[in-house]
T-cell receptor, first 111, second 114 residues
């Protein structure tokens, strides 16, 4: 039982490149979310999903796309990477009004 | 709308001393409140949570928090700090409308001095 698995753990991108951050959970939870963590700003919600086929925007969605074709997977796509997207990204899953279970994070640097 | 304010981005305590990390929230509906801990280079893990019922909540590693509606607070305490408590702590708020609408505070880094 791995919980929430994020890949890759580290990534360096050049400005303008695109990439997908992977997130997979084996907890059978309906809800999945992506957050970014920046120093002094806590965690900010990028996108979330309440189930397969349903996604919605969070607080900072610009520059990111998501899809949810299965309960298990919730990939985050960076369309055209910018230095402002340098951050640590966390994927989380959970059930309604309960705690979130977080992955180990992906540290992304855009140069 | 909901928000969380954590007073003090850095807190230092001596080993064996009381730990007090402050969290105040704002919510237009009855809140669900959480404290998470993050160790270096790791994800967040749940320390404790308040949803309904008893306002004094006990969590893992000897931590506890008390929900005070009149003060809109949910401060985290531990009677005696241990070196292993050094980490960053996040307070978070949501409500019964759905887990996905979780708002996190900006975090408090706890340093434990030997």
């Amino acid at each position: 039982n791995a919980g929430v698995t994020q890949t890759p753990k580290f990534q360096v991108l050049k400005t303008g490149q695109s990439m997908t951050l992977q997130c997979a959970q084996d907890m059978n939870h309906e809800y999945m979310s992506w957050y970014r963590q920046d120093p002094g700003m806590g965690l900010r919600l990028i996108h979330y999903s309440v189930g397969a086929g349903i996604t919605d925007q969070g607080e900072v969605p610009n520059g990111y796309n998501v899809s949810r074709s299965t309960t298990e997977d919730f990939p985050l796509r960076l369309l055209s990477a910018a230095p402002s997207q340098t951050s640590v990204y966390f994927c989380a899953c959970g059930r309604l009004a309960t705690e979130a279970f977080f992955g180990q994070g992906t540290r992304l640097t855009v140069v | 709308a909901q928000s969380v304010t954590q007073l003090g981005s850095h807190v230092s305590v001596s080993e064996g001393a009381l730990v007090l990390l402050r969290c105040n929230y704002s919510s237009s509906v009855p809140p669900y409140l959480f404290w998470y801990v993050q160790y270096p280079n790791q994800g967040l893990q749940l320390l404790l949570k308040y949803t309904t019922g008893a306002t004094l909540v006990k969590g893992i590693n000897g931590f506890e928090a008390e929900f005070k509606k009149s003060e809109t607070s949910f401060h985290l305490t531990k009677p005696s700090a241990h070196m292993s408590d050094a980490a960053e702590y996040f307070c978070a708020v949501t409500h019964s409308g759905g887990y996905q609408k979780v708002t996190f505070g900006t975090g408090t880094k706890l340093q434990v001095i030997p």
